[in-house]
């Protein structure tokens, strides 16, 4: 099912749009998945969806940004397996970064040398809550990320997984100013560094929130301490500690935890998500293949 076009300017992620936006709350909140047990669809094969396949997970992706597909296809190392069901839903612009694998995917997975051992992906160490790309350029943004399981830890690893649209209109709910703050240029700040290919990185500042060109939204954010810098403004703080509190799966009905196994995959318009830290053994090392698009899930603009 094709969603109606919308316009840019009937966007109900302005604030302006007081109109819109309570007709597109309404229509979010209704039905609204309450376990990720209501995520997961069995897909036959991956690489070759059926059309209801195809439209169960489109569905749930109009719906919370987000499906989590289990197939059969197990340990199988196949990067054409993640490639594959990306394309069934439009996306073909990945993020290539440098320590990616010959795919463009990055192969998540431990790593004791080389210069992988220095970032946390590449570690057994957990990885709090965040959106891919926050540190990309302003026209490198990531609006899709897709995970794809080949091997889970022998203990831990979980996900938790929140819908970032879910994460705004809670905040806006609660004080429409909080929006207002996290949508300032200059919010969130990483500073200057050099990457580790010895290239420098300049300072990149920017939103939390933005709206895109088709009037979607996007979201850039990590709760990462470390090299990061709020804006000193006393209403972002507020706002970024009720963002904290909103994903604290205690308080928030809304943020989905679980563990996906071999065969299962995330796909989703860069939903809000985490990782925890987990033990791998000889019979189970985590490998997980992971997906940057700077394309948005075909047929999921916002709709009211």
Do not use: C
Not at 104 to 130: A, C, E, F, M, Q
């Amino acid at each position: 099912m094709q969603l109606a076009k919308q316009t840019t300017t009937e966007s109900p992620f302005y604030l302006d749009n007081e109109d819109s936006y309570q007709r597109w709350r309404d229509k979010k909140s209704f039905a609204y998945p309450e376990s990720i047990s209501e995520l997961l669809i069995e897909v036959k094969d991956p690489k070759h969806l059926s059309k209801s396949e195809h439209s169960a997970l489109l569905a749930l992706t109009q719906k919370t940004n987000m499906a989590i597909y289990i197939s059969n296809t197990g340990n199988d190392p196949s990067a054409s397996i993640p490639i594959a069901i990306a394309r069934q839903f439009g996306l073909k612009n990945i993020n290539k970064n440098w320590l990616a694998d010959e795919s463009g995917l990055t192969s998540l997975r431990v790593v004791d040398d080389g210069i992988r051992k220095n970032y946390i992906p590449y570690t057994n160490r957990l990885i709090h809550w965040h959106t891919d790309g926050y540190y990309n350029a302003p026209d490198q943004q990531i609006h899709a990320l897709n995970l794809h399981v080949v091997q889970q830890a022998a203990t831990g690893g979980e996900n938790q997984l929140m819908d970032h649209e879910i994460a705004y209109l809670l905040l806006r709910e609660k004080n429409p100013d909080y929006i207002r703050a996290l949508m300032a240029n200059d919010v969130m700040t990483i500073p200057a560094g050099t990457k580790a290919d010895g290239s420098a990185r300049p300072e990149r500042s920017g939103p939390v929130f933005s709206v895109t060109d088709s009037g979607n939204l996007h979201m850039r954010y990590t709760a990462r301490s470390r090299n990061i810098r709020w804006s000193s403004d006393p209403l972002v703080q507020e706002a970024v500690d009720y963002l904290r509190k909103i994903l604290d799966k205690e308080y928030s009905s809304y943020v989905f935890k679980g563990l996906l196994e071999p065969g299962m995959g995330l796909i989703s318009n860069n939903v809000l998500h985490d990782r925890a830290a987990f033990t791998d053994s000889e019979q189970n090392k985590r490998h997980y293949y992971r997906a940057r698009y700077f394309d948005r899930l075909a047929n999921t603009d916002f709709s009211l």
